[in-house]
């Protein structure tokens, strides 16, 4: 087995990685550094400490910004990457403003900044922590290296609904997953934290509850009850913050329960300063406080940078409101002096972690060495690998026999379209860095099978006419395979990228069958942003593989899985709906008082003029069922693995104790590959009701063909501890079930009472 995989994800792991974040941690009781601030802090005009808090998008060069940044009136610049410039900036700060207090240059590196790792929803896929960690090193590298020095990443926003565009910057739909993901983004956009050059410092956004919009309509309302709050969408910014040491951490757009997030006294003062000790620096999002006004939150400007400083907000992203209030605000004493220096205070406190009052420059002419090294790009492959989540695979049509095939028809707007499958937010990634499953095809099977290309439609949403449909089957017909590239471009998932209709765009779909009507073996890749409604399509493929705009590297990692290269290890980070009108749907919902049993009457059940009655019936839909067409956790090998039942090494633990759960995993079929085992649990009965299932620890293992590993995987109880009717994080004494299995919705579970 291989020792690198050995690692155990529970909270074990994760407190033992937080012990190891010292220098970030350490630096929270930095004395000289509070000594440093306060120094700078007491020789600052009421307008001087104003612009820090002040961030702006930047006028696209040092000369545009000269008067801005020399006058003092900037703290921060975001988007700007050219190293020359950013020097050009520094210089000005350092050299022509007063204090010479140098700038924190921001930057949405959200998958990586040259080398494009798979979109976040990929990396979850990937279930694989260390890589996530590697990966965000290794874009913290390349940033820095231009002197981006933070990045507003990682995005903790729950995302149960596929219809919001943004969940393909998220890490699904689970609170576990979330942390376990956003914390080793934090750890490796930080590196050594404090001092560290190519520290990026991360950013926890949006604080919170972004992803629930209503609708699944960017920017919308969200209505997260307050318990809901704390056991679902709090924890993953509680471990960013309390554990890994995020540095900085953004409000979100939406208003929870009437109140906008920018303005929410009681999550950034009372949750956020009081009860988690967070003494980094909180930034709006992009003019979220100005838009407190069009939320009927605010009467105008003013009144708006009033109620985000007040609430808690250091840094004001272009609304401008801070800058062109705070003073009046101060004199007629509706804001105190001392919040304003307070959140000055934040801010310095990051540029002296940062380091850059040492030294804001970077070797400008050596920045594009950090790109695209051997390592970032190996890593980017590895990446791309790991996340992609083989769901279909009939008769193993999957993987292709290269000595059996001649000619393969690839077809399909995804199948050498660089650009897209970059994916969303990525700014600086560049589509002649990128290899495309053709390409790549090609360069490493090329040799041995002709492949023929008819890319068909020319985006995703275009429209084919039936000859072209025609021809399409006809030069299928002349192939051994036919390999369709379908998905969304990297433009229909992402920020206000919202769809109602979740089923593949354009003529996609006929696309797929005109492949299929040429008898020949149809394996589709879907290459998307997003959980798509692929269920019209599945009957007319013999396999589908599932890659969330996998990046840079996308290309050579599909096609060596598609010729068995690689055996698919992905799993879903979010449930699959059969429809859109499932949605909301996800694995850890409540039980609810009728719970479907899969034995209900469908819509082609009903007879004709049948009674009216509710006896017997349940939580489901007449035209889907209640299940959704993948469960959260599904993916596919091309071995099969066997699970043993779990055993415990005990039948009832104490509330401090730890639970020991090991299950037997055999590799039943002929290749050697990776599993990801997910450690599920129920609490049976709890003052208020509790998920029917909840992952609490995963583990990826490496199990040759053939063999039987054991797996072992520790639990504290206290993991096991939820908000409960009385609004208390407590672990309740009762009756609880454990499944280790392969996904959400399988395996056999073992008992086990919490005294
Ligand atoms: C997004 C943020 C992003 C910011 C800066 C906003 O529109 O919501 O996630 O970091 O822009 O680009």
Redesign the pocket.
């Known amino acids: 087995m291989n020792l690198r995989r050995s690692f155990i994800l529970g909270t074990t792991a994760l407190l033992i990685l937080a012990g190891c974040q010292g220098t970030t941690r350490n630096a929270r009781y930095d004395a000289r550094t509070e000594r440093e601030i306060e120094r700078l802090l007491s020789q600052m005009t009421l307008a001087e400490k104003i612009g820090q808090t002040n961030q702006l998008s930047s006028y696209g060069t040092a000369e545009a910004m000269h008067d801005v940044i020399a006058e003092g009136k900037v703290g921060s610049i975001?988007n700007e990457v050219d190293p020359y410039t950013i020097n050009a900036m520094q210089r000005i700060a350092v050299e022509e403003s007063r204090l010479g207090i140098p700038l924190i240059i921001g930057r949405?590196v959200i998958h990586g900044f040259r080398t494009v790792f798979p979109i976040p929803l990929g990396l979850a896929a990937t279930f694989d922590p260390e890589l996530v960690e590697q990966g965000a090193r290794i874009a913290a590298l390349e940033a820095t290296a231009s002197g981006v020095r933070w990045t507003?990443s990682p995005m903790l926003d729950i995302s149960r609904d596929a219809r919001w565009g943004r969940i393909a910057e998220s890490s699904g739909e689970d609170t576990y997953l979330n942390k376990v993901m956003g914390t080793a983004m934090v750890r490796g956009y930080q590196g050594g934290g404090a001092g560290d050059p190519t520290c990026m410092a991360a950013c926890a956004?949006?604080f919170v509850g972004y992803g629930a919009a209503e609708g699944g309509r960017d920017y919308n309302s969200t209505n997260i009850p307050p318990r809901q709050m704390r056991n679902v969408y709090l924890p993953p910014f509680e471990a960013c913050i309390v554990d890994a040491g995020a540095m900085t951490l953004?409000t979100s757009?939406n208003d929870n329960d009437g109140i906008p997030a920018t303005g929410n006294t009681h999550l950034l003062t009372d949750v956020l300063r009081k009860e988690w000790g967070f003494d980094g620096m909180v930034v709006t999002?992009?003019n979220s406080a100005g838009e407190m006004i069009a939320h009927g939150f605010a009467d105008d400007g003013k009144d708006a940078a009033r109620k985000a400083i007040n609430a808690g907000v250091d840094m004001d992203?272009m609304s401008h409101t801070f800058g062109l209030n705070l003073e009046e605000l101060i004199a007629e004493g509706k804001v105190d002096e001392g919040r304003l220096d307070d959140a000055v205070r934040n801010i310095l406190r990051l540029k002296f972690r940062l380091g850059l009052f040492d030294d804001p420059y970077v070797d400008a002419d050596a920045a594009r060495d950090a790109c695209y090294t051997e390592e970032n790009l190996a890593a980017a492959y590895r990446s791309a690998a790991e996340s992609a989540v083989l769901l279909r695979n009939e008769n193993n049509t999957l993987p292709l026999d290269a000595s059996k095939l001649r000619r393969v028809l690839v077809t399909g707007p995804l199948a050498d379209a660089p650009y897209e499958q970059l994916g969303t937010w990525t700014f600086d990634g560049e589509a002649s860095h990128t290899v495309t499953p053709l390409a790549a095809l090609r360069e490493t099977y090329g040799d041995r099978i002709a492949f023929v290309f008819e890319p068909a439609m020319a985006t995703s949403r275009s429209r084919m006419s039936a000859a072209q449909l025609a021809a399409v089957t006809a030069k299928a017909a002349q192939c051994d395979a036919v390999l369709v590239f379908a998905g969304e471009e990297a433009i229909l998932s992402g920020?206000a990228h919202c769809l109602a209709d979740l089923n593949l765009q354009g003529s996609q779909s006929d696309l797929i069958a005109a492949a299929r009507r040429s008898g020949r073996p149809v394996v589709t890749v879907i290459m998307a942003g997003r959980p798509l409604t692929v269920k019209r399509d599945l009957g007319n493929m013999d396999a589908l593989l599932y890659s969330f705009h996998p990046g840079t590297m996308g290309g050579p990692a599909i096609a060596d899985i598609l010729f068995g290269k690689v055996s698919p290890s992905g799993k879903l980070p979010a449930t699959f709906p059969v429809a859109a009108g499932q949605i909301p749907m996800h694995y850890n919902r409540n039980m609810t008082g009728r719970p479907a049993s899969g034995t209900e009457v469908l819509l082609d059940d009903i007879v004709p003029g049948a009674g009216q009655t509710s006896l017997g019936c349940s939580s489901y839909m007449l035209d889907t069922g209640f299940a959704p067409l993948f469960p959260f956790g599904y993916g596919l090998s091309y071995t099969t693995f066997e699970y043993s039942r779990p055993e415990l090494d005990a039948e009832s633990y104490s509330a401090d104790g730890t639970i020991r759960a090991a299950c037997t995993l055999r590799n039943s079929g002929s290749r050697d590959a990776e599993e990801v085992v997910q450690l599920y649990v129920r609490d049976m009965v709890g003052s208020v009701t509790r998920p029917i299932k909840e992952l609490k620890a995963f583990r990826r293992v490496a199990v040759p063909a053939g063999e039987t590993v054991r797996v072992e995987i520790e639990l504290p109880v206290a993991e096991l501890a939820f908000w409960n009717i009385d609004m208390e994080r407590t672990v309740e004494p009762g009756e609880f079930r454990l499944w280790m299995a392969g996904d959400s919705d399988s395996g056999e579970y073992a008992t086990f009472h919490v005294k």
């Open positions: 975001l949405d507003f956004k949006h953004m757009f999002d992009w992203m920020e």
